[in-house]
């Protein structure tokens, strides 16, 4: 049976679809679509009475395959990450996948700390779960000093973990910086995302076991 020239597209059209149902990326399953898509619309153009229903239908597909295709090029990025950010990810994090510390970390604010700066005040609930990526924070009890919490460690954690108020006052020994996350938006955002809290939940558990044990990332007197 011979093949009508225009024919020729459909088959074509056709042979791409195929080759998208078989791929494997979803990247590479939308541009197949898309240009089945495309090869497919001069057929329908160049009938002798335009079909133009399947002509907007692949428009439409189109259009959100390729509207797709951008968001997935968006998330491919590779991840680039600010001074502050690496220190901190070089600070205990590396277990977690670089986009999500990314989005981890887009959801704290970074502040430079003059000394004295306090982060928990005795007697309040903890509000929010600080992290210093420089100097010192010095933990106290009525007077009493009870040590300090070397850059990389959480500050106000365990008072949120428990839900009480904080028995200590921690204020920054030193000039610093450090990163704050409200603890309201932080439990939102990892309810929603259960791997990533996963892997907090892992780097909390760590943090709370070295200053329990004092190790070197610990508590230091
Ligand atoms: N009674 C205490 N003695 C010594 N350190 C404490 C005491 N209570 C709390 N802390 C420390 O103070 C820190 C405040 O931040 P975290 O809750 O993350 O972890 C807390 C402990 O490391």
Redesign the pocket.
């Known amino acids: 049976m011979p093949i009508a020239p225009l024919d020729i597209l459909v088959h074509a059209s056709n042979i791409l679809l195929l080759v998208a149902y078989s791929v494997r990326d979803i990247l590479w399953l939308r541009w197949f679509a898309v240009a089945a898509a495309l090869t497919n619309i001069p057929f329908f153009l160049l009938q002798e009475t335009v079909l133009w229903p399947p002509v907007m239908w692949a428009c439409v597909f189109t259009a959100i395959n390729l509207a797709q295709i951008w968001r997935i090029y968006l998330q491919r990025r590779p991840v680039r990450l600010t001074g502050d950010e690496q220190r901190l990810y070089a600070l205990g994090f590396d277990s977690i996948r670089p986009r999500d510390f990314l989005s981890l970390t887009m959801l704290g604010a970074w502040e430079d700390a003059p000394e004295g700066k306090r982060l928990?005040e005795a007697g309040k609930p903890?509000e929010e779960v600080c992290i210093a990526i420089d100097g010192t924070v010095a933990?106290s009890?009525g007077g009493e000093n009870?040590?300090v919490?070397m850059p990389g460690?959480?500050?106000?954690?365990?008072?949120v973990l428990i839900g009480e108020p904080?028995?200590?006052d921690?204020r920054f020994a030193t000039r610093g910086r450090y990163i704050r996350w409200p603890v309201g938006r932080l439990r939102v955002f990892l309810d929603a995302r259960p791997e990533l809290r996963a892997a907090v939940l892992a780097h909390v558990k760590q943090?709370?076991a070295r200053?329990l044990y004092g190790t070197k990332a610990g508590?230091a007197a």
Request: charged share 15%; hydrophobic share 60%; net charge positive.
């Open positions: 928990l903890a933990m009890r009870l040590g919490l460690q959480l500050v106000g954690v365990t008072m904080s028995p200590v921690a943090d709370i200053k508590v």
